[in-house]
């Protein structure tokens, strides 16, 4: 006998996308901290405010948000898409529809991106300036288009 769920569907839809929010605000901040650190004097104190918050902003928003968005959009996988466990697995894979597949390649390469900005992050504190502001302004843009592109494979569901 299986005991009640403690969490609906909806919830976890609704938990999901709170925590995609979240996530990809903190990516689209991230990059802007990391052009006003290439921008700023080295050991200064506006390098050294913003090493501070952009730490902060890993560890309070970024981390636990990619860590509850990925939980809840395997939760979410495993309700919605998946449905019926006692099916072959070949079978439940053969009927995940195919924009699934491609929102999932894109959801890799925002967890990628946000490894790199991490890496970048660690490498800005040790006094690496690798990349220019021009750059990181530039790359910022990066987790919006990818999350128009998700949001809309998600709802339009085209193919």
């Given at each position: 006998m299986v005991g009640p769920h403690f969490i609906t569907y909806d919830l976890a839809r609704g938990l999901h996308i709170i925590a995609v929010l979240a996530w990809v605000s903190g990516l689209l901040i991230l990059p802007r901290?990391?052009?006003h650190i290439s921008g700023s004097q080295p050991g200064g104190?506006?390098?050294q405010t913003l090493l501070a918050a952009s730490k902060k902003l890993k560890a309070i928003i970024l981390?636990?948000?990619?860590?509850?968005a990925w939980a809840f959009g395997i939760f979410l996988f495993a309700t919605y898409i998946v449905g019926d466990w006692t099916r072959p697995l070949p079978e439940i894979i053969a009927g995940v529809p195919h924009w699934f597949w491609l929102k999932l390649i894109f959801v890799?390469?925002?967890?990628g991106y946000h490894g790199f900005l991490s890496q970048e992050g660690r490498r800005l504190a040790a006094g690496e300036r690798r990349h220019s502001s021009r750059f990181w302004r530039m790359i910022g843009e990066v987790p919006?288009?990818?999350?128009?592109?998700?949001?809309?494979?998600?709802?339009?569901e085209p193919f």
């Amino acid at each position: 006998m299986v005991g009640p769920h403690f969490i609906t569907y909806d919830l976890a839809r609704g938990l999901h996308i709170i925590a995609v929010l979240a996530w990809v605000s903190g990516l689209l901040i991230l990059p802007r901290y990391y052009a006003h650190i290439s921008g700023s004097q080295p050991g200064g104190e506006l390098e050294q405010t913003l090493l501070a918050a952009s730490k902060k902003l890993k560890a309070i928003i970024l981390a636990p948000s990619i860590i509850l968005a990925w939980a809840f959009g395997i939760f979410l996988f495993a309700t919605y898409i998946v449905g019926d466990w006692t099916r072959p697995l070949p079978e439940i894979i053969a009927g995940v529809p195919h924009w699934f597949w491609l929102k999932l390649i894109f959801v890799l390469g925002l967890s990628g991106y946000h490894g790199f900005l991490s890496q970048e992050g660690r490498r800005l504190a040790a006094g690496e300036r690798r990349h220019s502001s021009r750059f990181w302004r530039m790359i910022g843009e990066v987790p919006f288009l990818v999350a128009i592109v998700v949001i809309l494979l998600a709802t339009v569901e085209p193919f």
